[in-house]
């Protein structure tokens, strides 16, 4: 019998670099077809993804991280950051834009790794929480991300800003949405 070799282990999450941008969304595209098993949301496979410019503007940021191996990249964050615009104080939080792997790098914590990579910039920076929106009951989405330290927010914890992605997500046809925080504790790096 003959196997079939393992890639080489992913070197730690790295900041992104502009030369990086142009391969980002075919990552995007990879990870997204993933929803391909899931018939009503098997359309997001061919949905739009992230441009290469949105990617650079975060990079410029410097807050876009990438994971890679011999093969290549493997898999992106790109956030940025955003103040609360809730009751104050008004606080400022890094929120993920879009977390993606390689369809033939998943399940490997790729995708952790750089939850984590994130929330040590937020806490280098003294943000007080990583935010995203995802799907709620989409197993590697809501459920993925309450194992990594996100909480879901409803509610009264859902804050003005993010009230308004999720309504224009849902304008563009994106239901059963949900949006997540991750408290950042002064001083401390995951």
Excluded: K
């Excluded at 929120?95 to 990579?117: F, K, M, N, P």
């Excluded at 197993?139 to 879901?152: E, I, S």
């Amino acid at each position: 019998m003959t196997r079939t070799p393992s890639p080489p282990p992913a070197a730690a999450p790295r900041p992104a670099r502009p030369a990086d941008a142009p391969g980002l969304p075919a990552i995007e595209r990879s990870a997204g077809a993933s929803f391909l098993a899931l018939p009503d949301l098997a359309w997001i496979a061919d949905h739009e993804v992230m441009p290469a410019a949105t990617h650079l503007e975060a990079i410029g940021q410097g807050t876009c991280w990438v994971t890679e191996d011999a093969g290549g990249l493997t898999g992106f964050l790109t956030a940025g950051t955003a103040t609360e615009d809730g009751p104050p104080p008004h606080v400022p939080v890094l929120h993920i834009w879009e977390l993606s792997v390689r369809a033939d790098r998943q399940g490997r914590g790729l995708g952790r790794r750089l939850l984590d990579r994130a929330a040590r910039h937020a806490a280098a920076h003294g943000l007080s929480a990583v935010t995203l929106t995802t799907f709620r009951d989409v197993p590697w989405n809501a459920p993925f991300y309450a194992r990594a330290g996100f909480a879901l927010l409803d509610g009264d914890t859902l804050t003005p800003r993010l009230r308004a992605i999720l309504a224009e997500e849902a304008a563009h046809g994106l239901s059963r949405r949900c949006a997540m925080r991750r408290a950042i504790l002064p001083g401390h790096c995951p």
